[in-house]
C-alpha cells in the first residue's frame, strides 16, 4: 500500500496531464509533457512565442488530438469517456478564445446563448434572464446584450466573450491570452474581474499568458513551457528564484524588473505611475 504522505488524491487536481506528445506532421509540440492544475487556483502558463501554450489548451479540450499520453479532467480520464459523458463533461468547463472569438452575426445576448442551446432545454425567456445575468456579472451594462461584436470595444469583447465562458457556470475556465490587445488600465481592470469571479464562483483558471502584470497580480501558481515540457512550475517566488537561462530571461529581463519594482512600490508611486 502507497504510505498516506505519498499518495496523491485525484480530487485535488482539476486536470492532469501525463506524457503528452502532440505533433503535426514530423514536428513535436509537445514531447511528454506533465502538468498538475490544482482545484480552485489560478494557473499562469507562461512560454515563448510558438512553444504550444495554445496547443496544449487546445489538447485538453479536445480539439487537437494527441499521439500519446493522459489527460484527466476534473476527475475522468478523457480517452475513456464515451460520446455522452463526454459531452457532460464539456459543460463543466467554459474557454475564453484568443481575441473573444465572438459569432460576428449574433448579438451579444445571442453569443451568451450559444453554449445554452447546445447543452440545456429551458424557454427562451429564461435564457434572457440567464444572458442578462452573466453580462452583469462580467461588468457589461445591459444595453450591450443587443450590440454586435463589431460595435464593441476590446475590452467589451473580452467581456461578453467570458461571460459566454461563463455560461453554463463551469467548474474549469480556460483563458488564452486574456489581456492581449488590452490598454493597461484595462488589462488591469480584466485582472480584477477574473480575480473575482475566481473567488466568488470557486473556479479553476488555466490562463494562457504574456502578460507579467497578470502573472503577479493574481496567479497563485505559474508553469512555463520550453522544448515540448513543463520546465518549472510554482509560485511567482519560485520562479523568480529559479536559475534555468530561459526562466532567468523572463522573469530578470528589463520589462520583469520594470513591473516587479512597480509592484513593490509604495501607493504614493504607483498613484504616480498610473496618473
Request: glycine content about 8%; proline content about 4%.
Amino acid at each position: 500500500m502507497t504510505p498516506p504522505h505519498v499518495r496523491q488524491k485525484t480530487a485535488e487536481y482539476a486536470v492532469r496531464v501525463r506524457d503528452v506528445v502532440v505533433g503535426f506532421d514530423t514536428k513535436l509540440i509537445l514531447k511528454g509533457l506533465d502538468l498538475d492544475i490544482r482545484k480552485g487556483e489560478v494557473l499562469g502558463f507562461v512560454g515563448g512565442s510558438g512553444t504550444g501554450k495554445s496547443v496544449l489548451t487546445r489538447t485538453i479540450l479536445g480539439l487537437i488530438k494527441k499521439r500519446s499520453g493522459m489527460i484527466e479532467v476534473l476527475g475522468h480520464d478523457i480517452d475513456a469517456l464515451d460520446a455522452k459523458a463526454y459531452r457532460q463533461l464539456e459543460r463543466r468547463w467554459g474557454v475564453l478564445f484568443q481575441q473573444g472569438a465572438l459569432f460576428s452575426g449574433l448579438t451579444v445576448r445571442q453569443n451568451i446563448q450559444v453554449p445554452m442551446r447546445e447543452y440545456m432545454r429551458v424557454s427562451q425567456k429564461l435564457m434572457d434572464e440567464l444572458a442578462m445575468l452573466k453580462l452583469a456579472m462580467v461588468g457589461l451594462p445591459p444595453d450591450a446584450a443587443h450590440k454586435f461584436p463589431s460595435e464593441l470595444s476590446g475590452g467589451m469583447i473580452k467581456r461578453a466573450a467570458l461571460a459566454r465562458a461563463l455560461a453554463l457556470d463551469p467548474e474549469l475556465l480556460f483563458l488564452d491570452e486574456p489581456t492581449s490587445g488590452l490598454d493597461p488600465i484595462g488589462a488591469a481592470e480584466f485582472d480584477d474581474l477574473i480575480a473575482d469571479l475566481q473567488k466568488s464562483l470557486g473556479l479553476t483558471v488555466f490562463m494562457v499568458t504574456h502578460d507579467l502584470d497578470s502573472l503577479f497580480a493574481i496567479c497563485d501558481r505559474v508553469a512555463a513551457l520550453a522544448e515540448g515540457k513543463v520546465i518549472a512550475i510554482g509560485t511567482m517566488s519560485q520562479m523568480l528564484a529559479a536559475e534555468h537561462p530561459w526562466l532567468r530571461a523572463y522573469f530578470h529581463g528589463k520589462r520583469a524588473r520594470q513591473v516587479s519594482a512597480l509592484m513593490a512600490a509604495p501607493a504614493p508611486v504607483l498613484a504616480a505611475q498610473k496618473g
